[in-house]
């Protein structure tokens, strides 16, 4: 929604900045200008791209459009759920929860959480290293730098289509500029015309250029940038879930280790600890 907002109000300050100053807006509809533009864009995007690439990018765009699900609600539910396992193992063992770690989707104790259960990546990289515990084979220090590796891949994977986005609107005003050099060269070979129809021969020129600063720092370019929160986003619930497993592998109680996980949200997202009990206890009673 918020995507939508920002380009409504970019296409309203420029457009109706330039009708203000008494410009004629069908001058600016050139869709020749934009099919080049356009059509040089998706061509460097696929000669620039692997086809992993390509298919992260085409699967992460749809996502800008929604509000972001790493909310404090989610974050919540993730300490809760580590809050259970974890008080689960200090009282009976890290073998109880071999059954629910190998089959969440039917273990009662992450069922209790499904907006969790929802998120594959998550709960595999929970589930992982919950059976690397289990399996008492690793130290800490072993899974602290294995998990850093894990979020280090998730984290470049992650930026990929931001990367990509980021360079498309980047060639965007270059773009511009060869539709508006085409522009011009129609117009040299038209120099026999009467001045006013060359005028209007250099104005279409012009707008090739416009358009292409216009897509790329109003509409491509941003997007980029909203990919690359999302990515953050995403590699901070990693963390918060690394720190808290750490910290009880290195004696913590449940309660002191989910506080460690707590304390690395972001503040924006991060709930206080009164909160967070409360919501602990009311997830346990259910």
């Not at 470049?156 to 289509?161: G, I």
């Amino acid at each position: 929604m918020l995507v939508i907002i920002g380009y409504i109000i970019v296409a309203l300050s420029v457009f109706g900045g330039f009708a203000l100053a008494g410009g004629h807006l069908a001058a600016l509809f050139q869709p020749v200008e934009l099919l080049m533009i356009g059509g040089a864009a998706l061509g460097a995007f696929f000669v620039g791209n692997n086809s992993k690439a390509i298919k992260a990018t085409l699967k992460a765009l749809p996502t800008v459009l929604k509000g972001s699900k790493y909310t404090r609600a989610l974050y919540m539910d993730v300490l809760a759920l580590l809050y259970e396992v974890l008080g689960k193992i200090r009282k009976e063992g890290l073998m109880s929860i071999e059954a629910d770690v190998e089959n969440p989707h039917e273990s009662p104790l992450f069922g209790k959480y499904p907006t969790i259960m929802a998120d594959h990546h998550l709960i595999e990289f929970l589930t992982d290293y919950l059976r690397l515990m289990v399996s008492g084979s690793m130290n800490a220090f072993e899974i602290e730098n294995l998990m850093d590796n894990e979020i280090e891949t998730h984290h470049h994977e992650a930026e990929v289509p931001a990367h990509v986005i980021s360079k498309l609107g980047d060639a965007m005003p270059a773009f511009g500029i060869v539709a508006a050099v085409m522009g011009v060269v129609h117009t040299m070979e038209s120099v026999g015309l009467p001045p006013a129809e060359l005028g209007i021969l250099i104005a279409h020129a012009l707008v090739g250029t416009f358009l292409g600063i216009l897509l790329a720092y109003g509409f491509v370019g941003p997007l980029g940038s909203l990919l690359e929160q999302k990515a953050n986003e995403s590699t901070k619930m990693l963390q918060c879930i690394k720190v808290t497993l750490l910290a009880s592998l290195n004696g913590y109680a449940p309660a002191i280790a989910v506080e460690f996980g707590r304390k690395v949200l972001y503040s924006t997202e991060r709930p206080t600890f009164i909160e967070l009990e409360t919501h602990v206890k009311s997830a346990k009673s259910r």
